[in-house]
């Protein structure tokens, strides 16, 4: 099988009617896939998209291209693979309408055969719509890889081979491994099927082969049992894997296909007594829900910006993600696999009933068994995918009907993949929406007052009988019940349901202390996802802190105004950079005892302010800033202790109870003054910790590639480039914030320039960007082998340039 990326050479404009013709404000422009056609147009307040996309437009596009097709491919066969494009997509060969995917997150796959012109060059082109169809952004266009594939027409399926490894002991796993091969000809085919399984070491550990006859027009199934020694398991703390490779040959030996499949042996087990076990060990889930768009790119899929969002979630205390609200891409299961995050991957976020006005609920009914099947087809060689999600906060599932939706649709998931446990993100508000007045009358919840304590009215009503007893067949039907917003059901469910294991499939960022301490006492609550681990473009605002006091100031609920474009809700900022609740987190979690310092912005003390239930405190983990000494500045230290020092100067600012604000947060008001300021954690009398802050020297402009450690820099990959307003020793002038432009010359190009600012009208593409609390990213993208150049200058600043070799 020849796998041909096929990436570059496109061409995208808006599409246009067919007596219609181009000009220049609708030329079509070169552009390379994955692309994003939605990033970087025009945003405006009265955008039809809202605050849901960020007050970015929809469109309806057209990409197009041309390739050489020789006249030896009359004898093989042609299909084109889509890993997805968003979204009503149609596909055109030489003119010819080949395929229709009304998904925006499925792969499908071409037929090309009956379109194509041997010997000639051969059009493709590619239609995507969109329009008010999501509840967040999703970009649009080919925002996910596509390949050519040549093959025999005798040949291995794509994602034909699956491996399968539940029988394990010290001994040996039993790897069973089907492989399905494709017959396209007229005639009966006779051919052999041989395994090769290597370690991570590339040492063979097992091989076999065996004949396989399909029939014209048909397909079969060749499977072998194969023992691998002494077998090394798959977990997040040593995500090792096996490559499996299998080649098919004619009788004579002649090869004809061959794939490569990696795969993880590891043992899953779920009680209500152990939670979930991974490889004999119970497994917290340190969950975060991950929107699919990757920042300054856009929604583009690229390897290595999945790769760099996994690993940094990693190094920040999360050990599971659940990819919200649809199927993940192969590049971040991929990661996830590599670097041994769990996962649970969702299916969808409607199913009959809409939430937009044009969304997938539009043809679900037809639609959703190829989806299912696409899904577990991506997925079941991935040793870190553990939960499948069939949906999340569906309106219908408090009904009978949408019981028995939620059971089909379970049903299918077993019966494709029965290795996997089923979950589903319930909402008990949001499926009884219509009877919302009997749960707050249950809850004494003040619809007055709802914005201000939805978290807590939301729990009040979720632990309601109205939703106990109308959820109950669609959460029977699970294996883990997934709850949103519903941690005030898990103790009452022990009691009520003892065989019940559930999961918070969707949590307040503020609440994890308790909400980890919940998990970690009630054995069938196997973890806590948050909303949301990785900052994200749309939902608009949704994690802002207002200050009410702003002149003009109105009350907008979660939706934030334009010009807001990020939700400003992640653990981790766009740019890739740890957030305070993160720190928070990671102690709640117990990976750190701390201490870590927050400041609140000593320019709003004392200001009133509005939050919603997904805002953090406006706090920065810096001691620079623009206000005069003896400004009055509060100041929290988040710590695993009793009490907590702080001391300016060497000097004791004072000591306060840890947890008296909130858990596991010690406050301080005192006075900004320039210098060193220090945090001393204490813990039944003895110094469990310190903590550091320093007001920057002279600050400079700096830059520097990150080191991704996977060695020199592919023409397919990325190269990510951190700016900061900086002294010699790094220290952040987080107070300072200027526009800086960046240029690239020699073999790449500027794929992306942002920053963490929500509120911004500024555009991703470039060339320039007002660094927020005193840093943006600049992400560039290789055009061929050779030196690239990065040069990053601001008005008042030393210029600096950094290189990057491309191979």
Not at 10 to 25: C, I, Y
Not at 442 to 462: C, R, V, W, Y
């Amino acid at each position: 099988m020849i796998r041909i990326p096929f990436t570059d050479g496109w061409t995208v404009g808006p599409k246009l009617g067919a007596f219609e013709s181009r000009d220049a404000a609708t030329a079509a422009v070169p552009v390379a896939i994955p692309h994003d056609a939605l990033r970087d147009l025009p945003r405006s307040a009265d955008s039809t998209q809202g605050v849901h996309a960020g007050y970015i437009p929809g469109g309806v596009f057209e990409y197009a291209k041309t390739f050489d097709v020789p006249s030896e491919w009359r004898d093989k066969t042609v299909r084109f693979e889509f890993e997805g494009v968003y979204r009503d997509a149609t596909v055109y060969v030489n003119g010819d309408f080949a395929a229709h995917e009304p998904g925006g997150y499925t792969a499908f796959t071409v037929l090309a055969d009956p379109f194509l012109r041997f010997g000639e060059v051969n059009t493709v082109t590619v239609e995507a719509r969109v329009h008010k169809d999501s509840r967040w952004y999703t970009g649009g266009g080919i925002y996910r890889p596509v390949h050519l594939i040549v093959a025999d027409p005798v040949h291995l399926a794509l994602d034909g081979t699956t491996v399968v490894t539940t029988d394990i002991d010290t001994e040996r796993a039993l790897a069973e491994i089907a492989t399905r091969v494709e017959n396209d000809t007229r005639h009966t085919a006779t051919l052999r099927v041989s395994w090769t399984v290597t370690d991570a070491d590339g040492v063979a550990v097992a091989a076999a082969d065996s004949p396989v006859t399909v029939l014209p027009g048909a397909d079969a199934v060749a499977r072998v049992r194969l023992p691998l020694p002494s077998p090394r398991l798959w977990g997040p703390d040593d995500p090792h894997r096996y490559t499996l490779r299998t080649v098919l040959t004619r009788a004579s030996g002649a090869p004809v296909d061959d794939d490569v499949t990696s795969f993880g042996v590891r043992r899953l087990q779920l009680d209500p007594q152990h939670g979930l076990r991974i490889n004999g060990k119970t497994t917290d889930l340190r969950g975060a829900c991950v929107h699919h768009d990757n920042g300054p790119l856009g929604a583009i899929t690229v390897a290595a910006a999945e790769d760099r969002k996994v690993r940094l979630l990693k190094a920040a205390g999360f050990n599971a993600i659940r990819s919200a609200h649809n199927p993940a891409s192969r590049a971040l299961l991929e990661a996830c696999d590599r670097h041994g995050m769990l996962v649970m991957d969702e299916l969808t976020d409607v199913w009959t009933r809409a939430k937009t006005a044009f969304d997938a609920s539009i043809g679900f009914e037809r639609q959703w068994p190829a989806d299912v099947a696409a899904l577990v087809a991506k997925d079941r060689n991935h040793p870190s995918v553990v939960l499948y999600s069939i949906g999340n906060e569906i309106l219908e599932l408090a009904t009978p009907h949408g019981a028995t939706w939620s059971r089909r649709l379970a049903e299918e998931f077993r019966r494709l993949d029965p290795t996997r446990f089923v979950t589903n993100g319930i909402n008990g508000i949001i499926a009884n929406l219509a009877r919302i007045a009997e749960a707050q009358a249950e809850a004494s919840a003040d619809p007055n007052t709802m914005m201000a304590d939805l978290g807590e009215q939301m729990a009040a009503m979720n632990a309601s009988s109205l939703v106990t007893d109308s959820i109950e067949e669609s959460a029977a039907v699970l294996d883990v019940v997934g709850f949103n917003y519903a941690d005030s059901r898990y103790a009452m469910d022990a009691d009520l349901y003892p065989h019940r294991v559930i999961v918070g499939s969707e949590t307040f960022p503020d609440r994890i202390a308790v909400l980890w301490d919940a998990v970690r006492r009630h054995p069938h609550v196997i973890g806590d996802f948050t909303w949301t681990g990785w900052d994200y473009i749309g939902e608009a605002g949704i994690g802002r802190v207002d200050y009410t006091d702003e002149p003009g100031y109105a009350p907008t609920g979660t939706a934030g105004p334009y010009p807001y474009l990020l939700a400003r809700c992640g653990d981790i900022d766009i740019t890739g950079v740890r957030q305070a609740p993160s720190y928070y987190r990671e102690i709640a979690f117990g990976l750190s005892a701390g201490p870590w310092i927050g400041v609140h912005r000593p320019q709003h003390h004392g200001r009133p302010t509005a939050k919603t239930p997904w805002s953090w405190d406006d706090v920065v983990g810096s001691w620079t800033w623009a206000a005069a000494p003896g400004a009055p500045v509060t100041v929290d230290v988040y710590a695993a202790a009793d009490e907590v020092e702080l001391v300016l100067d060497g000097a004791v600012v004072g000591r306060a109870r840890v947890g008296e604000v909130r858990p596991l947060v010690a406050r301080f008001e005192t006075e900004y003054r320039p210098g060193s300021l220090v945090a001393v954690a204490y813990a039944g009398g003895v110094e469990t910790g310190r903590a550091q802050l320093r007001t920057a020297g002279e600050a400079g402009l700096t830059a520097w590639v990150e080191d991704a450690g996977d060695g020199a820099l592919g023409l397919d990959g990325l190269a990510f480039v951190p700016i900061a307003l900086a002294d010699a020793d790094g220290v952040v002038a987080c107070d300072r914030d200027v526009l800086v432009t960046v240029t690239v010359d020699g073999s790449g190009e500027l794929a992306g320039l942002g920053s963490a600012r929500a509120r911004t009208e500024e555009s991703f593409a470039g060339p320039a960007v007002t660094t927020f609390d005193g840093r943006a990213l600049a992400i560039v993208r290789p055009t061929g082998a050779g030196e690239i150049g990065v040069t990053v200058t601001a008005e008042g600043f030393a210029p600096v340039r950094v290189t990057i070799a491309a191979v």
